[in-house]
């Protein structure tokens, strides 16, 4: 029953929201179950639904959680004090509509500043925040661990992003078609739906926290802490949900790195482009390559080109600096390919062409960030400890 209770969960959203993928649907209900496991699990990631525009199906998409997650708080108008009191009192759910809203402000805002705070350490359970309270502005403790939803336009501050499930939501096309949500019509099964969630996550709740689920290849860090709740429930639930949980990891990871580069992460692709297989380049070389690569930013910053003097403080904080180097008859200021190594191996995927740095092949991967072969026979990945495997599917 475990496997086809998340598949009636997964259907029952399916029917009111157009996700851009698979993937993206099976998530969501994944991180509903996980909503009434928060107290088994160590980490609650942040499930963040974003798009470029309005009309996307984000707001529909928390009407229709809010009828399926444990103890749900919409937290559109509510002041930060108000849900850190609310947290403090019981565990809750939180659903943040239009959060683009907040985090869009300009200048320093303190509500923004505090949700931001709650938001980056209540992902972690026993999290608490200070705050002073009252007349004598006694010293309070917080408590802020929580199972976090949020709406919004744009991207959100990289270090929510970094602990967030992202699923970049987008208009539905003529060809999709989904029912009109009323909730006083739809609420009798959401609530049944609701409470079987509640009493099977009651009862698989000390396994839940003592499994380790099996990541697929690639994934670790902090990725690995942000999916690893949502493979505890698959692998509780048994059937295909170990597999379906792995290969929506596989793709939302994916989407998680693919957002648009920092610039200072486009400047090193974009030299490890320019350079090639050249073992030093004059800053004058350099620039003008970098400005002749159309489809990125270097010709046209804020109106003028990128110049030496940029060029320069953008690689300091890499602790790279230009030098005097020879071309030919002549000493220009210049960088050598030396120097940007480090800085290649540390921020950037390895490269695919063939020039290679000849200390490259001998030096570990195990520091670098995730390079990603991110595509898993997942076949091959066995549940955590305590999974259940039915429905047919075998699991080596």
């Not at 995927?349 to 991110?374: M, V, Y």
Request: aromatic content about 6%; glycine content about 6%.
């Amino acid at each position: 029953m475990n496997a086809e209770l998340l598949d009636d969960v997964r259907a029952f959203i399916a029917r009111f929201v157009a996700f851009p993928s698979h993937e993206a649907l099976d998530a969501v209900t994944l991180w509903t179950a996980h909503t009434h496991l928060i107290e088994s699990t160590e980490n609650s990631p942040r499930l963040a639904l974003l798009s470029p525009e309005p009309g996307s199906g984000k707001t529909r998409t928390l009407e229709v959680l809010d009828l399926l997650v444990r103890s749900p708080m919409s937290a559109l108008n509510a002041s930060t004090p108000a849900v850190f009191r609310s947290l403090k009192a019981s565990p809750r759910t939180l659903l943040f509509d239009e959060v683009d809203a907040i985090f869009g402000r300009r200048g320093k805002d303190e509500n923004s500043e505090d949700l931001r705070a709650l938001l980056n350490a209540g992902h972690r359970r026993g999290a608490t925040i200070p705050r002073c309270e009252g007349p004598s502005h006694k010293v309070v403790e917080f408590p802020v661990f929580a199972a976090c939803a949020l709406a919004g336009l744009g991207d959100l501050p990289d270090t929510v992003m970094s602990r967030s499930i992202i699923v970049r939501m987008r208009r539905r096309l003529p060809s999709e078609s989904v029912e009109h949500f009323r909730r006083r019509l739809v609420e009798p099964t959401a609530t049944v739906l609701r409470g079987q969630l509640a009493e099977w996550c009651g009862d698989v709740a000390d396994r839940v926290a003592q499994a380790y689920p099996v990541m697929p290849e690639g994934v670790e860090d902090r990725p690995a802490d942000v999916w690893e709740p949502l493979l505890q429930v698959a692998d509780e639930a048994g059937g295909h949900w170990p597999k379906t949980a792995r290969e929506a990891c596989v793709e939302l990871v994916k989407v998680s790195i693919s957002r648009e580069a920092s610039l200072g992460v486009k400047l090193l692709s974009d030299l490890r482009d320019v350079f090639g297989a050249m073992d030093k380049l004059s800053t004058e070389s350099v620039l003008e390559r970098l400005c002749g690569i159309e489809e990125s930013p270097w010709s046209d910053l804020r109106g003028k080109p990128l110049d030496a003097r940029r060029l320069a403080r953008m690689l300091r904080q890499y602790e790279i600096a230009p030098e005097t180097i020879r071309v030919e008859d002549r000493t220009p200021k210049g960088y050598r390919l030396e120097q940007l190594h480090d800085a290649f191996e540390r921020y950037l995927p390895p490269f695919s062409g063939t020039a290679q740095h000849p200390q490259q092949a001998e030096q570990g991967r195990s520091n670098r960030p995730f390079q990603g072969r991110l595509v898993p026979d997942v076949a091959d990945v066995a549940p955590s400890q305590g999974a259940k495997a039915d429905g047919g599917d075998e699991l080596v």
